[in-house]
C-alpha cells in the first residue's frame, strides 16, 4: 500500500469535510473534480491549495502545476514526491 | 403611501422545541432542560451534499427554514430575502480566527468566506438561485425586528412576497464571556433559526399578519412605548390576548406583565418566551412564529404583543394580528 496515497485520502477527507466518505471510497486514479469522482469546485481547490502546504510543506505557485496535480490522488503524489525530490 | 398588509404565509423555526415541520407545536411547548438540545431536521433532505459538508450548523438551520419556508407557501422565488443576525456566523468566525493565530502560511479560504454576517442570506440566495434584493440587518438584539420592517416596507413597495428570518449560532466562548462579565444567564445560551414568507396577499390557511413593527434603541420608558406602540394601533392594554415576552431584569419583567395584569390580562398570558427558546441575540423571531402558531391553535386570539427587551437598552415591539377566516 502506498503510505502517501493512503494518508493524501486522510487529508483530503479532512480538509474538505467530506461526510460520509472513507479513504476507502476514493480510487487512487478517480477524478476529484469530475461528477463521477469527488465532484470537488473551486473553493476545495484552494483547499487542496492550503493542504500541500500544510501537512507537505509544498507551496503552488503555479497555476497550471495546481491543475494538473490535482486531477487524482495519483497525480497529487506524484507532485508531491516530484517536488521533494 | 398606503401600508400594506403583512400576511405571516408560512413559518419555519429550528429551535430545541419540536418547532420543524409542525404546525401546532405551541400545545406541546415547554421549557428548556439544562441538557435540552436543538431538535434538527435530516438537512440531507433540504441541502446538497455536496454543499451541506462546508455549512457550519447557523448555515444548514437557515438554508433548511428557508426551504420550508418556501415550500409551505408554494413559492419558488422570494422577491427579497432579508436576514437579522446578532453574532453571525460565530463557528466560522472562531474557526477562522483561530487557524490564522495557530497556522503560519496559507489560510484555508472556506471558514474565511463563510464567516461573514451576511452568509446566510447569500447562502440561500445561491441554493435558490435568487436574483433579487438580498440584505442582512445586525442590529444586535433588534436586529429580526430591523429586518422585519425592511420586508414590510418592501411589501409597501409593491413586492408580492419576501423570505425574511433571523438565526444566531452559540459558541462555547459565549459562556466564556458571560463568565468573565460575572454574567449568569437565567436561561440557556444557544443557536436557533427562525423564517417566514410575508406577503401582500394571504394564502388559504393563513391564519397571522404582522400588524406592526417598532424597534427602538435607548427608550425613554417602556411602559412609555408600549403605550404609544398600541395607540398608534388603536388598541389598548386591555385589547391584547397575549404578552410574549424577553427580559433578562427580573424587575423589568415585572414591570411588563404589571402593565398587562393591571389591564386585566391574566399572569399566565404574560409569557417570557426565552424559558422556550434559550437565549440568543434574534429570539424574537422565535417569539414571531410562537405567536403565529398559537393563532393557529386558538383562533378566537385577535392580538399578540412581542416584547422584546432581551437587551436592557432596546426594545422590539411586535403585533401580530389574526386574519379573518
Known amino acids: 500500500m502506498d503510505t502517501l496515497k493512503e494518508d493524501l485520502k486522510k487529508q483530503i477527507i479532512e480538509q474538505l469535510n467530506l461526510e460520509d466518505i472513507t479513504p476507502a471510497d476514493i480510487a487512487d486514479d478517480s477524478l476529484l473534480f469530475n461528477d463521477e469522482g469527488l465532484g470537488l469546485d473551486s473553493i476545495d481547490a484552494l483547499e487542496l491549495i492550503v493542504l500541500l502546504e500544510k501537512y507537505h510543506g509544498i507551496q503552488v505557485t503555479k497555476p497550471e502545476e495546481g491543475k494538473e496535480a490535482f486531477k487524482s490522488v495519483n497525480t497529487m503524489a506524484e507532485y508531491i514526491r516530484k517536488r521533494k525530490s | 403611501m398606503e401600508k400594506s398588509v403583512y400576511y405571516i404565509s408560512a413559518a ?60 409551505q407557501s408554494h413559492l419558488e422565488q422570494p422577491d427579497a430575502i432579508i436576514v437579522g443576525t446578532g453574532l453571525g456566523c460565530l463557528h466560522d468566525t472562531e474557526k477562522f480566527l483561530n487557524t490564522s493565530l495557530t497556522v503560519e502560511g496559507l489560510l484555508p479560504p472556506t471558514s474565511f468566506i463563510q464567516s461573514t454576517h451576511n452568509t446566510m442570506a447569500g447562502q440561500i440566495s445561491l441554493s435558490i438561485s435568487n436574483h433579487g434584493y438580498n440584505m442582512t440587518h445586525t442590529q444586535n438584539t433588534l436586529s429580526f425586528e430591523h429586518a422585519l420592517l425592511d420586508a414590510m416596507m418592501l411589501l409597501d413597495d409593491g413586492e408580492a412576497s419576501i423570505l425574511v428570518g433571523a438565526a444566531d449560532e452559540y459558541i462555547e466562548i459565549l459562556t466564556e464571556i458571560a463568565g468573565e462579565l460575572n454574567v449568569r444567564p437565567a436561561r440557556q445560551l444557544t443557536s436557533a433559526a427562525s423564517f ?32 404609544d406602540f398600541l395607540q398608534r394601533n388603536e ?35 404574560c409569557i417570557d418566551y426565552l424559558a422556550f427558546s434559550g437565549i440568543y441575540p434574534t429570539a424574537a423571531a422565535f417569539g414571531m412564529h410562537y405567536a403565529a402558531d398559537l393563532m393557529r391553535t386558538d383562533r378566537s386570539i385577535r392580538n399578540i404583543l412581542i416584547v422584546n427587551a432581551l437587551r436592557s437598552e432596546n426594545l422590539g415591539l411586535t403585533l401580530i394580528q389574526s386574519v379573518e377566516a
Open chain 2, 196 to 227: 417566514f414568507i410575508v406577503s401582500n396577499a394571504p394564502e388559504s390557511d393563513t391564519v397571522a399578519c404582522v400588524k406592526d413593527c417598532w424597534p427602538i434603541a435607548f427608550p425613554e420608558s417602556k411602559t412609555s412605548a408600549i403605550n
Open chain 2, 12 to 71: 419555519s423555526t429550528i429551535s430545541h422545541q419540536p418547532t420543524f415541520g409542525n404546525a401546532g407545536f405551541s400545545k406541546s411547548i415547554c421549557a428548556l432542560e439544562a441538557d435540552s438540545s436543538l431538535i434538527t431536521p435530516d438537512f440531507k433532505a433540504f441541502i446538497d451534499a455536496g454543499l451541506l459538508r462546508r455549512m457550519s450548523k447557523i448555515l444548514r438551520m437557515s438554508v433548511a427554514c428557508a426551504k420550508d419556508c418556501l415550500a
Open chain 2, 235 to 269: 388598541l389598548n392594554a386591555a385589547e391584547v390576548d397575549y404578552v410574549l415576552f424577553a427580559s433578562l431584569l427580573p424587575e423589568q419583567s415585572g414591570e411588563l406583565v404589571d402593565l398587562f395584569t393591571s389591564a386585566g390580562m391574566s399572569g399566565e398570558r
